[in-house]
């Protein structure tokens, strides 16, 4: 059986809702699937719900966007987390209205240049009605795509999103790891080679969060190359570190398909079992009677 353990849904800047995504792993034969939305959980209670009802399982998730020394933006993955922790959910809310905020000034920002064009601009609503919890950047893409202003979502970023974008507020790395484990999740960095190519650079920044507390690497990803995999797969295995896999599936991508990686690949349900057993070893003993 195949799984995918990195999709987003429209609870972040996904197209697709949890309940949709779960049909299409169903379609997929995609056994095993986890909503990984960027610092947002919202969509978790509705995909396991779905995933019940469906027959595919849905291991409960979290993207975190975080900060490692010079590297910003570096995004880390929390699996088995406690989705309900109250002192998790206030530190995300944080971040959702830090990022209110970011977005709101980016759609302005498109906006100005849309007018310097001579174009209509866009409205908050008709950006949101892409979104069920707050709006993202794809979002902002597919309302032009709607308006004809551009041909693909990669035209959107190209000309409009890239040169009009703020830049975020991180969580610095460390902290994020401890909040993860706090909850009984283990953490994974995801897609690592969108940090660095250079595999020296690479495998010094693994060392280094592996001995801060980072659990797995995200080997097969849909950022990396065949050889990056396997120079991955080998840092994992020296490290004793645990390996998964995620197509970071947002159902706006041209080719990518909930299950597979780079080249077609297949994400193997054999990654599950040491997955799981790390999970029930964070999660905390409860007292006997």
Known sequence: MNIDLHIHSSFSDGAYTPTELVSLAEKLSVSTIAIADHDSVAGVQEATVAGTVAGVDVLTAVELSVQFKEWKDVHLLGYGIDYNDKHFLENLDKFRRRRDGRNDEILGRVNEMLKSEGRSALDRETVRSFARDSIGRPHIARALLERGYVSSVEEAFKNYLVPCNVPKLYWPI??????????GGVAVLAHPTSISKDTGILGSIISSLHATGLDGIEVYNNMSWPQEIEFLRRTADAQGMLVTAGSDFHGIEEGLEIGKG???????SA???????RIHQMRPMKPTA
């Open 262 to 268: 780079r080249e077609g690949i297949r994400f193997d």
């Open 174 to 183: 460390d902290e994020a790891i401890s909040e993860i484990h706090r909850i």
């Open 271 to 277: 990654l599950l079992a040491p997955l799981h057993e």
